[in-house]
Every structure is written in structure tokens, then in C-alpha cells.
């Protein structure tokens, strides 16, 4: 069994800017990003851009135009279900975090 947390920890990198300041949603956009390298085929054209809004974050979710398919899945699911985990590791901040994903 392999130890999954060393992968985890590494996502506490994104948390800071170049300047060493907290970026607002930083553990939502973090894990935006963890989950959309891990499925699509091209993860370094993986893009997570955040805009602050009242009461939270817009997280906008870019990727290559062959791995959108992926990141959507059949009628949605797989959007849903990142939605779904962003939105429970934005409120571990007490921030309200939305994906949109981006063609």
C-alpha cells in the first residue's frame, strides 16, 4: 500500500503567492488542481485560475481541449463529484467554493 499523504502535503505549496501570502481558497483551488492533473492526459496544461467574490471563491477550471470530455464525464458526474469535493475543501476554510470549467 502506498502512502498517498507525501502527495497530499505537497498540496499546502499552492496555499502561498510568489510573496509567501495565503491565497484566498488556496486548499479548494489545491485540490482543484490535485484532482484535475490526476485524470486528465495532459496535467500540465492544467490551469486553476480563483476570483475572490462575496462570501467565497469562483474557481475556473482550464484544461487541454481533448480532456475536457474527462473532466466532464458522462452526463456530468465526474464534474459533479469535483464540484462536490472542491466545495467540502473550500468550507474546511469557511469559504464558499464554485467550480466552473472552462471550454
Known amino acids: 500500500m502506498t502512502d498517498r499523504g507525501n502527495d497530499l502535503d505537497e498540496l499546502d505549496d499552492d496555499l502561498d503567492d510568489d510573496f509567501g501570502n495565503r491565497v484566498e481558497g488556496g486548499t479548494a483551488r489545491a485540490v482543484l488542481a490535485y484532482i484535475a492533473r490526476a485524470i486528465v492526459d495532459e496535467p500540465d496544461a492544467v490551469v486553476v485560475e480563483a476570483e475572490e467574490r462575496r462570501g467565497g471563491v469562483m474557481l475556473r477550471l482550464h484544461v487541454a481541449p481533448d480532456d475536457l470530455g474527462r473532466v466532464i464525464g458522462r452526463r456530468g458526474r ?13 468550507s474546511r476554510d469557511g469559504i464558499d467554493a464554485a467550480v466552473d470549467i472552462v471550454d
Open 78 to 90: 465526474v464534474a459533479q463529484a469535483i464540484r462536490a469535493v472542491v466545495r467540502a475543501a473550500g
